[in-house]
């Protein structure tokens, strides 16, 4: 396995850094490491065989009037980098990576689908650590694909994690001057340099290094974590049951609160009232128009704008759509019941729990259109459903109508467009992981989603 350094140099004097450059490398190459490569600012250099001499290292940066001295990578390792865009990204890696087949359809690939796995996982981990400015998420991504440290510099900072199972060694420590901070894959440098206190980093920790504000932590993600399954708190959880003193029908209807919230200062949603259908979604539909209606007085409030299906004494309403289907065709009972005269030329909000194979929303628009309403939203309290185990099915028999879009869509604003279109509606919002947490009350990091839907937001505004 390989041995990394970084470094940061507070004061103005070149001769530090290089001198725990030097010492440092030379020490971490004890084990026999043939392969070594140096990052210092904008300068980079590689080579094969014994760590240059302290004189022959001097050459190597002396010519480079850019050099400000201020960070730097080192990397050794007994072979070649396994990966060839290690070459012009400043990433170093001390362990390996999993699960990585389908890396090519992360939601934030964009140019790098082709390329190999750390120039994939290095760009993901930058779009939502710098661009999104979401640490939690960025180690979250890191954290499932690594095991080992990763270190990357960008833009004269220095970050470094070191993966929850704490897998591979990592220390960080600062002189006792604050003139230079360290983070090396080897406690063994306690040795060379006894003024600088060391600490072992936790696994689960990114570290910052910048010459602004010092070595810093970030976060710590939890060593060990409950995962929830977020289905539950659309439909599945009994109704008396609670959690953090909160009854499954505030929470939903807060789910609702939180959405509408959303909605109302994002998107251009345009709704005069919004109506659960099927029954389940009322509460979140309740605590939507609660919330929408301190945005736009005007906005009716509503529950359910369409009777049920099936006749409530008939036990045939648990059983499957396609059984339900079959009995509607075969016995003729009625299928919606529209209150026509509370929608008509208004523009309606169609609140769904999930979407799955679209069959039910594309039924109840198929009525409101009959009933002459102006547009139909489809708002939906869930995520994008792409898994059956999303729903409580463990099979692939049903035709899932988002999941052919993983690795088609960057974000919600595009898989919504193209659901409208399929649905036949005029609009449709999703919920995204973010907001559908922030609605139960539950960390992120502790909702079980497939990767993709993870990592599918909306764009920032």
Not at 198 to 219: A, R, T, Y
Not at 415 to 439: H, M, Q, R
Request: net charge positive.
């Amino acid at each position: 396995m390989a041995g990394i350094f970084a470094i940061t140099n507070y004061s103005t004097d070149r001769d530090i850094l290089i001198s725990y450059f030097i010492n440092s490398l030379q020490m971490l190459q004890h084990r026999g490491k043939a392969y070594w490569r140096i990052i210092i600012d904008n300068l980079i250099k590689s080579g094969i065989g014994p760590f240059p001499s302290d004189g022959s290292f001097l050459k190597l940066i002396e010519n480079n009037s850019n050099i400000r001295y201020m960070v730097g990578l080192g990397y050794l390792s007994k072979r070649t980098p396994r990966f060839k865009s290690m070459n012009k990204i400043n990433v170093i890696l001390d362990g390996f990576f999993v699960d990585i087949e389908k890396l090519h359809l992360h939601p934030l690939i964009g140019n790098a689908a082709n390329a190999d796995s750390l120039y994939k996982i290095y760009c993901i981990f930058k779009k939502l650590l710098i661009d999104s400015e979401n640490p939690e998420k960025a180690c979250e991504f890191l954290d499932r694909h690594l095991r080992g440290n990763l270190t990357m510099m960008y833009d004269g900072k220095i970050y470094s994690y070191r993966d929850s199972t704490g897998f591979k060694p990592l220390v960080n420590g600062t002189n006792r001057n604050k003139s230079i901070s360290i983070i090396a894959s080897e406690n063994s440098l306690r040795i060379p340099f006894p003024n600088i206190n060391f600490h072992d980093v936790k696994p689960g920790q990114l570290i910052k290094m910048d010459i602004e504000s010092g070595q810093n932590k970030i976060l710590s993600l939890p060593i060990t974590r409950t995962m929830i399954d977020p289905f539950e708190f659309i439909r599945e959880s009994h109704v008396t049951a609670t959690i953090d003193g909160k009854g499954i029908y505030e929470v939903r209807k807060k789910i609702g609160k939180v959405q509408a919230d959303f909605l109302s200062t994002y998107s251009d949603i345009d709704i005069e009232s919004a109506y659960a259908e099927p029954d389940y979604p009322r509460p979140m539909t309740l605590g939507f128009s609660a919330e929408y209606r301190n945005k736009l007085p005007k906005f009716d409030l509503g529950e359910g704008i369409i009777n049920d299906r099936y006749d409530d004494s008939d036990r045939m309403i648990d059983f499957s759509e396609n059984i339900s289907k079959n009995k509607m065709i075969t016995s003729g009972r009625s299928l919606k019941y529209v209150l026509k005269h509370k929608i008509s030329q208004k523009n309606i909000g169609l609140i769904q729990g999930t979407i799955q194979t679209g069959i039910t929303a594309k039924e109840s628009i198929y009525y409101l259109r009959k009933s002459n309403v102006k547009s139909v939203s489809v708002i939906v309290s869930y995520v994008p459903t792409v898994d059956g185990r999303q729903v409580g099915l463990y099979t692939q028999n049903r035709e899932l109508i988002a999941h052919k879009y993983i690795g088609q869509v960057p974000n919600l604003e595009k898989l919504n467009t193209k659901i409208a279109k399929e649905l036949g509606a005029d609009k449709v919002y999703y919920n995204s992981p973010s907001i559908l947490s922030k609605g139960i009350g539950i960390s992120e990091y502790n909702l079980w989603f497939p990767e993709w839907v993870r990592f599918l937001e909306y764009h920032k505004k």
